[in-house]
């Protein structure tokens, strides 16, 4: 995108504050989320976005959790109004990858060990060829299942304004794309991009001045794992577990399965959405592939996930694509979302990010 | 909201533009040069690897056998207790057939991978690794296999002191 990342941040910025009907002046703190500073190569980058996002002459942190940054940045707001502290908070999440040549996935060699991991010729790519590989392996799942996820999500992401790889294609379509990290092909994966969202967080009696149709921000949880990732049950992400339950306790809900209507499930990969199904309740243990491929997830379905198209359609921008999952949510569930909407009636929404060296589950959970 | 947003300001630049000159294109290089302290337990660690040794630490609490070894028992919260000798030999846990090397390029003969986890370390503790000497349609989650080391004068006390796991086969 031509835009730099102010002017991007910008954008989503401004579209947040109208959709809420606020004026910066009305705006007590902000948080911003950006992951690796090695996109742009501007150190510190969050000092540099600041005015884009709205932030000049205000309380203003910063949150970092790699992938998981998106739906960090709105817990990190919920901590400035939750704690009382303020009544309104703009949060802003801002990606733009395209800087970096010759590909922005040259940024992530250095999240590996410097002595034992790098040496070895790392990219990316392994931790989630190597995990998928061992998900399927463990519960006996075929690369058709897993690729039906893909067709759903670029489906689902034609109907999305700012879509960059919205598409009509087969699982033998994604069979047959280019093994590029074998099971990892070509379209199980997002695609590197440049993007922000925004949403502002107010205080209870705010938001009820504000409309008559708020979506609370009802759980949060966040929980990381270490970085020895090779020590790791791979099949399965326990730490995705934990922050759900967190944020779960918090809204009161016992019985995910059944509470949760509709969930933006962090999908870098399409087995990632299945494998953070599974983490986060949503589906049994090695069960939610089926659901996949019996349509549950779809739009019409009866736990629609990713409506929005998700990474694997709408794009990769890494910590933007976080927030926009929270922006779809919180359209759904006011039955803004026009011909994404889904055919439920979804009163609870969910959504999750993930990041780093296989370690990182922040879960949100809003209701209308 | 989403479905007012009827256009967007703006339009994608290709890497063809950029080399045809079209776009100002500032190159930036960053070559920063670390020395990292390897740390108490890999520097141990390492110095094994080129005695062709592979060594892990032990938490007398939790009993774990950890690979990479480590000075603290991040579980327990406390020093681990004793320096173990593992086997060279372990299992596949899972692998991979990489294509792409770490800046994304394409690779003319892929990268094998897989976590291997090492005998003689608690079940499920693994290590990241290259595979050789096998095709790639015939590696397995759950195979057997085995470091194949530099020669001792090769050796210089680094990961790549292993040039990679085989499978042990009918050895």
């Given amino acids: ?368 | 909201m989403s479905q007012k947003i009827t256009s967007y300001p703006g339009h994608e630049i290709t890497p063809e533009d950029v080399k045809e000159g079209k776009y100002l294109d500032v190159v930036y290089k960053f070559e920063p040069k670390y020395s990292w302290a390897a740390g108490v337990a890999i520097s141990r660690f390492l110095a094994e690897l080129k005695e062709g040794r592979i060594i892990a630490r032990k938490c007398l609490n939790c009993e774990r056998i950890l690979v990479p070894p480590r000075m603290y028992c991040e579980r327990c919260f406390r020093p681990t207790d004793e320096w173990v000798r593992i086997k060279d030999t372990g299992t596949i846990n899972t692998y991979s057939i990489s294509h792409v090397g770490t800046d994304a390029r394409r690779l003319k003969t892929p990268i094998l991978v897989a976590v291997v986890d090492l005998d003689g370390a608690t079940p499920g503790m693994g290590i990241l690794h290259n595979l050789g000497e096998v095709e790639p349609s015939k590696i397995k989650v759950g195979m057997r296999v085995r470091a194949v080391w530099k020669s001792s004068s090769e050796r210089q006390g680094a990961i790549t002191d292993i040039r990679y796991f085989k499978p042990i086969g009918d050895e």
């Avoid at chain 1, 304004?161 to 990290?181: F, H, R, W, Y």
């Fill in chain 1, 1 to 368: 995108m031509l835009e730099s990342p102010k002017e991007l941040s910008f954008e989503a910025t401004r579209m947040a504050l109208d959709s809420a009907g606020l004026e910066l002046k009305d705006i007590q703190s902000v948080v911003s989320g950006s992951a690796p500073d090695a996109f742009d190569g501007v150190h510190m980058k969050g000092e540099y976005l600041l005015d884009g996002m709205g932030g000049i002459g205000k309380p203003n942190q910063r949150v970092y959790v790699g992938g998981g940054t998106g739906v960090f940045t709105p817990i990190g707001g919920w901590w400035n109004v939750a704690s009382g502290m303020y009544d309104t908070c703009l949060c802003v999440a801002e990606e733009k990858m395209s800087p970096l040549h010759p590909h922005p996935q040259y940024a992530f060699w250095s999240i590996f060990d410097q002595i034992l991991e790098r040496p070895l010729g790392t990219t990316l790519l392994w931790i989630f060829s190597l995990e998928m590989r061992r998900y399927m392996h463990k519960y006996g799942i075929k690369e058709e299942e897993i690729a039906s996820v893909a067709v759903k999500n670029k489906g689902n992401a034609v109907d999305h304004p700012c879509a960059q790889l919205g598409a009509k294609i087969t699982v033998e379509d994604v069979m047959n794309s280019e093994p590029i990290c074998w099971p990892v092909k070509r379209l199980d994966v997002s695609p590197p991009s440049d993007g922000a969202a925004a949403v502002v967080l107010a205080s209870e009696k705010v938001a009820k001045k504000l409309t008559d149709q708020p979506v609370w921000l009802d759980g949060v949880g966040w929980t990381l794992d270490t970085t020895h990732w090779t020590n790791r049950d791979l099949a399965y992400p326990e730490y995705v577990e934990r922050a759900a339950w967190m944020a779960y306790k918090m809204a009161g809900i016992k019985k995910p399965r059944k509470e949760i209507d509709i969930a933006e499930v962090y999908d870098p990969f399409d087995y990632k959405e299945l494998h953070h199904m599974e983490g986060l309740q949503l589906a049994g243990k090695g069960e939610a592939p089926k659901m996949a491929v019996d349509g549950v997830t779809q739009r019409d379905g009866d736990l629609p996930v990713c409506p929005s198209g998700g990474l694997l359609g709408v794009g990769n921008p890494i910590a933007a694509a976080g927030m926009m999952k929270i922006c779809e949510v919180f359209w759904q569930l006011r039955g803004e979302a026009g011909k994404r909407q889904v055919k439920k009636d979804a009163r609870t929404g969910l959504a999750q990010a993930w990041g780093d060296l296989m370690q990182v589950g922040t879960v949100a959970v809003m209701r209308s």
